[in-house]
């Protein structure tokens, strides 16, 4: 029984690339939220999407966009990478409201 | 998050005592309340949940208290081990939204051996 799952687990970019982090609900769920934590911060939340379309957004720049696809999957997008934008980007998948995470992808940007 | 606030951000107990982790929020349509436990390196876990129609909830060692007239809901961990070391994270929905939450800043735990 497969949890949620995300690609890469680390990445090395520079100011001004731009990102793509995947991510890969529990069977089932069709719900995906991305939350961006910061080293010694809580979890922030950015995006919910389900059934592919966006259902909120929290307060992040439009560098940031993502997308859920027909098997529920999602892609979440970073622009013009600031190095404040390096932190654990965490992918959560629900069926109801309890949310499980994925183990993250770790984003540094030099 | 700013809706939710966590106290205390750092807490060290010794083996054996209680440890309680203590948050507050402001949006009172709000109507779930989980608890993340995050090791170091890891995925924050889901620990205890709780939903506004009941006042508490156990699973072992682990109680969650909830007060929806004065917004603020608990932690509590009993008979605290060394592997109960790590960061816990409060977490509130964001008005009526299924599964969108605002985080705590953490509580940093020791239990000292």
């Keep these: ?110 | 998050g700013e809706n939710v606030e966590q106290h205390p951000s750092t807490l060290s107990v010794q083996e054996g005592d209680s440890a309680v982790i203590k948050c507050t929020y402001s949006d009172s349509a709000s109507n779930y309340f989980p608890w993340y436990k995050q090791e170091l390196g890891k995925r924050p876990q889901l620990i205890i949940d709780i939903r506004s129609n009941v006042g508490e909830k156990k699973d072992q060692r682990i109680a969650v208290t909830l007060n929806k007239t004065a917004k603020h809901f608990s932690l509590h961990i009993t008979e605290t081990q060394p592997e109960d070391s790590a960061v816990y994270f409060c977490a509130a929905p964001r008005g009526n939204t299924g599964n969108q939450f605002y985080f705590g800043t953490g509580t940093s735990l020791t239990v000292i051996p």
């Design chain 1, 1 to 110: 029984d497969a949890g949620v799952t995300q690609s890469p687990t680390h990445l090395i970019k520079t100011r001004g690339q731009h990102v793509t982090l995947r991510c890969s609900p529990i069977s089932g769920h069709k719900s995906v939220s991305w939350y961006q934590q910061v080293l010694g911060q809580g979890p922030q939340f950015i995006f919910q999407y389900y059934e592919k379309e966006e259902r909120g957004r929290g307060n992040f720049p439009d560098r940031f966009s993502a997308r859920q696809f027909p098997n529920y999957s999602s892609e979440l997008n970073v622009n013009a990478l600031l190095l404040g934008d390096s932190a654990l980007y965490l992918c959560a998948s629900s069926a109801q409201e309890t949310q499980y995470f994925g183990p993250g992808t770790r984003l540094l940007v030099l």
